[in-house]
Structures are given as structure tokens and as C-alpha cells.
């Protein structure tokens, strides 16, 4: 059983590009979100995907989007990158009709340079 | 969304049972507490959820009492490997929100 695939797990990135990181789902789950975490600090929810439309999101400006696909797998694309964009990006899996919580994938690491 | 609170730092040593804290004053009624272990550089792994009194799984034990504003998370024997930052959430349909986490540091 497959658990949440992120690609890619490194990355590195100038100031002002642009970045796609991608995620597949564990099986079974629908619902996908994605968090941003500094280095030393907590996970921080940038958006949630469900039924392919963003259904909650966090603080984050709107260089960050997303989308989720039909198989449920989703990406997260960040516009005109900053330094403070690096950092650990997670995704997170679960089913809409359960309350068991997420399954994290090991998250792509983010750098900007 | 619930807002939690938990020590920033715990110190143990091998072989003791650690039992962590967690505050959440404003728990909603359909809100299930769930705790998460995080390594560094990787994803936070699921340790436990209940929604009142007593759960326990073959790693951990999850305190609930019956006003449900706090939990706690009770690691039996805890070992070296271990250590690593532990994260209360509360919420509901897959909407959860982290803390700032306590980091567990086990000595030998």
C-alpha cells in the first residue's frame, strides 16, 4: 500500500522563478493539503484540494496556487520565488469522510537562492 | 480552528514514560485531537487520535478528560529514537492546523 509520493525531494531554485512540486495521494484518500515548514518552526497550512477545487487555504499570497487532478494527485506551484519560500513543503492525504487524520508524504526540499 | 498549546522543549531519559501535554480551551464538539511525530527533514508521522477518555495503540496512550480542553500523550519506556518533535492538532474532516510542537530529547 502505497503511501503520499512528493516529487521532486530536492530542488533548487533562483529568486524569481517559478516552481511545480507534486504529490500523489495514499490510496483510497481524496482529500490532499499541502503545508510549508521553516526550518525550526511548525508545519504551516497553505491550502486544501478536494473534489479538484481549493476548498480552505491558509495565509499565503496568491504566488501560491495549487491543483488537484481527478486521480486526486495535486500540485503546488509557487510564482516569483523568494529567498523566504525555502523551506520543507509537505503534503498531506486524507479522506473527506473520515476523521483518522493525514498521511504526509517526506516533502520536497525547497531552496532559493 | 482550535488554537493549541504544548511545551516548547521536554527532556527524558531511556526507559522512562514521557507524558506530554497539550492545551486546546476551544475545542469544537466535532473536533478529534490527533498527535504526529516529526524527524528532521521529514513528513510528521501519525502516533495516535481520540475524541474523549482513554485510546491506547501499541505506541502510545492518549489522555482525554471529559471536558476535553487538554490531552495528553504518554510515551511508555521511551528509547533514543524517540526524540523528535511531537505535535498536538485538533480539528475535524481532515482541517487541521500545527502548533509550534515540543521537542522530546531522550538521553541515555
Known amino acids: 500500500d502505497a503511501g503520499v509520493t512528493q516529487s521532486p525531494t530536492h530542488l533548487i531554485k533562483t529568486r524569481g522563478q517559478q516552481v511545480t512540486l507534486r504529490c500523489s495521494p495514499k490510496s483510497g484518500h481524496d482529500t490532499v493539503s499541502w503545508y510549508q515548514q521553516a526550518l525550526g518552526q511548525g508545519p504551516q497550512f497553505i491550502f486544501q484540494y478536494y473534489e479538484e477545487e481549493e476548498r480552505q487555504r491558509g495565509n499565503f499570497p496568491d504566488r501560491f496556487s495549487g491543483h488537484q487532478f481527478p486521480n486526486y494527485s495535486s500540485e503546488l506551484n509557487v510564482n516569483a520565488l523568494l529567498l523566504g519560500d525555502s523551506a520543507l513543503y509537505l503534503c498531506?492525504?486524507?479522506?473527506?469522510?473520515?476523521?483518522?487524520?493525514?498521511?504526509f508524504g517526506s516533502g520536497t526540499r525547497l531552496t532559493v537562492v | 480552528l482550535a488554537k493549541t498549546t504544548q511545551p516548547i522543549s521536554m527532556d527524558s531519559y531511556e526507559g522512562q514514560e514521557v507524558n506530554i501535554t497539550c492545551s486546546h480551551n476551544?475545542?469544537?464538539?466535532?473536533?478529534?485531537i490527533t498527535w504526529y511525530q516529526q524527524f528532521p527533514s521529514q513528513g510528521p508521522r501519525f502516533i495516535i487520535q481520540g475524541y474523549k477518555t482513554k485510546v491506547t495503540n501499541e505506541v502510545a496512550s492518549l489522555f482525554i478528560p471529559a471536558d476535553r480542553k487538554s490531552s495528553t500523550l504518554s510515551l511508555p519506556r521511551v528509547s533514543l529514537s524517540d526524540t523528535a518533535v511531537y505535535y498536538c492538532?485538533?480539528?475535524?474532516?481532515?482541517?487541521?492546523?500545527f502548533g509550534s510542537g515540543t521537542k522530546l530529547n531522550v538521553k541515555p
Open positions: 498531506a492525504s486524507s479522506s473527506n469522510r473520515a476523521n483518522y487524520g493525514y498521511t
Open positions: 492538532l485538533v480539528g475535524s474532516r481532515a482541517k487541521f492546523y
Open positions: 476551544n475545542i469544537a464538539t466535532n473536533d478529534y
